[in-house]
């Protein structure tokens, strides 16, 4: 089992790359979702890392696959610019996932 890496910069696939996790660039939601469902077909990969930027781009497809999927797991990580995430997200996530309001 393996990470793959879909990335909105050539900054995050080369540190990435360094690291042994090869991945691709790619820039407008049309590519974000032909490399996710590349990537979810492929058998050994279990986690996916995605930046900020590209779940951005198809919030709704992702967070589908995030509840429905057990494999592979897909990871948001903050590109070079930071964490744009607001302080709920997660509660949020979990809320939906599980049904109840915490």
């Given at each position: 089992?393996?990470f793959y890496l879909i990335s909105d910069?050539?900054?995050?696939?080369?540190?990435?790359?360094?690291?042994?996790i090869e991945g691709v660039v790619v820039?407008?939601?049309?590519?974000?979702?032909?490399?996710?469902?590349?990537?979810?077909?492929?058998?050994?990969?279990?986690?996916?890392l995605m930046t900020e930027i590209l779940?951005?781009?198809?919030?709704?497809?992702?967070?589908?696959?995030?509840?429905?999927?057990?494999?592979?797991?897909?990871?948001?990580?903050?590109?070079?610019?930071?964490?744009?995430?607001?302080?709920?997200?997660?509660?949020?996530?979990?809320?939906?996932?599980?049904?109840?309001?915490?």
């Amino acid at each position: 089992m393996r990470f793959y890496l879909i990335s909105d910069n050539i900054d995050t696939q080369l540190g990435m790359r360094l690291a042994g996790i090869e991945g691709v660039v790619v820039h407008t939601e049309e590519e974000v979702r032909r490399e996710l469902e590349k990537a979810i077909a492929t058998e050994d990969i279990a986690v996916i890392l995605m930046t900020e930027i590209l779940v951005k781009l198809c919030p709704e497809m992702i967070y589908e696959l995030k509840l429905s999927c057990s494999r592979p797991l897909i990871v948001e990580i903050p590109d070079r610019h930071g964490n744009g995430r607001t302080k709920d997200s997660i509660t949020r996530y979990v809320q939906d996932a599980i049904g109840i309001k915490l």
